[in-house]
């Protein structure tokens, strides 16, 4: 979807004048080859990040005036605090909110549509439900899955209000109206935001390959009963991704807390605290069911949800009565906000030490004009090569397929052929080639199962035993230098942060 894009774009605008006025043409390849160098792409991934991070800044304020609004007068600025401090405390939220990701970006407008929405309940104010679908549109214009927090969880929220208080049904007439105002509204600037309007067509094939093919080669969990059921457990259980398990005693510490303060205030009140819970739910059916994947950015709808009622949990924990009971209760809470203060600085810290700037050091140093560097992988796993020498990306898809890195030359080849290439080294991530070497690794378990394109990496005859060749040292070649993170455990957060890289120089041994 193009919404964050969009902001981007509009952003970053001068930058694209900029190299347009370089390229000498306003033709789209020539303009494409002219912005994907550094200077260019340095500012706009700088713009995108700094986009991503204020918006993340917002979504923290958004979870706090959510716990606020569901909380009664005397402790609101408590549990607001309490409800953002716990967001922030999220380490994978902290990492989405170091990148250019659209994770962040949708769950911000995504969190002002549960606010609004909120609030159309908890005011008694149907008329809000207008904005709530102006920023539900945003939030699904921006990355599709938004759609699962809402699908359910809308329908859910304003049926609970219905069943638990006795003004929607008086004024029925009134509320069905806003809820089909807001869904036109909704679906008429979705219908702009995502190209309906302008590319039918396009939009047409999109929704086809969404409904379709577009996860399913990474789904891990299998087309059945227990893989459902596993799905929507996981999406749960995957707390253990963002916080230490230990953490959860304050969210389920928060949760009766929370409805019992909403019992006591009002119908209305215990109404719009069921919201955070029906739009969790309703993402983990919607998306993680249907697409069965539950990993860390895919649960973030959930945790942020959660940090609404870990808010309640320790100002209840931090407030208990005068004594040893209250003192208690606070050096509980801190004890387990410092262990996800730990594991947050473990991101920082492995973005920081991150083994792929030691690799480009070891390459700039040795690596001299006329020698050759061979490399593998999609650009997520690979360093920055040194300006000198060749380098050269050897896959057997499609170059034209992969994503562009200026510097590189591109070569579509069996990789067994490295005789005849004779690159003086070859680099390689161990996130990228483990699937290549150990096969162990890639069985299936009840209920989960191999992403599809992992299978199809470790039954490519070519790949598997050229990379075990070279790590067996068949080849000739030999492991001249390893980063990875020794000082500290790194974080296993993402699949391409802190991995260990080796890179191997020719040697003329048989």
Not at 274 to 283: E, L, N, T, Y
Request: glycine content about 6%.
């Amino acid at each position: 979807p193009p919404l964050q894009l969009a902001i981007v774009g509009v952003l970053t605008l001068p930058v694209t004048l900029l190299a347009a006025v370089n390229a000498g043409t306003t033709e789209v390849p020539a303009v494409i080859q002219e912005i994907v160098k550094p200077p260019y792409m340095t500012a706009i991934t700088l713009t995108a990040r700094a986009v991503t991070w204020l918006m993340s800044l917002g979504i923290v304020a958004v979870i706090a005036v959510l716990a606020g609004d569901l909380s009664s007068r005397e402790r609101r600025r408590s549990v607001m605090a309490f409800a953002a401090l716990f967001a922030t405390l999220n380490w994978s939220f902290s990492y989405y909110s170091h990148t250019s990701n659209l994770d962040v970006p949708y769950l911000f407008w995504a969190c002002l549509a549960v606010l609004w929405l909120e609030r159309a309940i908890a005011r008694n104010e149907p008329r809000r439900l207008r904005l709530f679908a102006v920023f539900a549109a945003m939030a699904v214009g921006t990355k599709d899955q938004a759609y699962a927090m809402f699908l359910l969880g809308a329908p859910a929220a304003l049926v609970t209000w219905a069943v638990l208080d006795a003004w929607p049904r008086r004024n029925a007439r009134a509320v069905l109206r806003e809820i089909a105002i807001a869904v036109a509204i909704g679906a008429g600037l979705l219908a702009v935001i995502d190209g309906a309007v302008f590319n039918p067509s396009g939009f047409r094939k999109r929704v086809e390959f969404l409904t379709g093919p577009a996860s399913k080669d990474f789904e891990i969990l299998s087309r059945d009963t227990h893989g459902r059921l596993l799905a929507f457990a996981d999406s749960f259980l995957y707390f253990r991704r963002h916080y230490p398990p230990i953490v959860a005693v304050l969210v389920l510490a928060g949760l009766p807390v929370a409805f019992a303060r909403a019992r006591r205030a009002s119908r209305v009140v215990l109404a719009a605290t069921i919201v955070p819970v029906c739009v969790a739910i309703s993402f983990s059916i919607c998306f993680n069911v249907a697409a069965l994947r539950a990993e860390e950015r895919f649960t973030l709808p959930q945790m942020l949800m959660a940090a609404v009622f870990a808010g309640f949990g320790i100002d209840a924990l931090w407030n208990l009565r005068e004594g040893a009971p209250r003192w208690a209760g606070r050096i509980a809470c801190s004890g387990l906000l410092l262990l996800a203060l730990v594991e947050c600085a473990r991101v920082d810290a492995t973005l920081l030490a991150e083994p792929r700037y030691d690799t480009e050091a070891f390459l700039a140093a040795n690596a001299g004009p006329a020698d050759t560097i061979e490399t593998h992988g999609l650009n997520v796993y690979l360093p920055r090569f040194p300006s000198g020498p060749r380098v050269v990306r050897v896959g057997k898809n499609d170059p034209k397929r992969r994503g562009i890195l200026p510097g590189v030359e591109e070569v579509q080849a069996p990789l067994a052929d490295i005789e005849e290439r004779r690159p003086r080294f070859v680099v390689v991530n161990e996130c990228y080639v483990w699937r290549f070497l150990e096969r162990s690794a890639l069985e299936s378990q009840t209920g989960r199962v191999v992403p599809a394109s992992q299978r199809a990496d470790a039954a490519d005859p070519d790949a598997t035993s050229f990379f075990r060749g070279l790590f067996r040292g068949d080849l000739r070649y030999r492991l001249v230098h390893e980063a990875r993170i020794r000082s500290f455990e790194r974080s296993w957060l993402h699949s391409s942060l802190g991995c260990p890289m080796f890179t191997f120089e020719r040697t003329e041994a048989p």
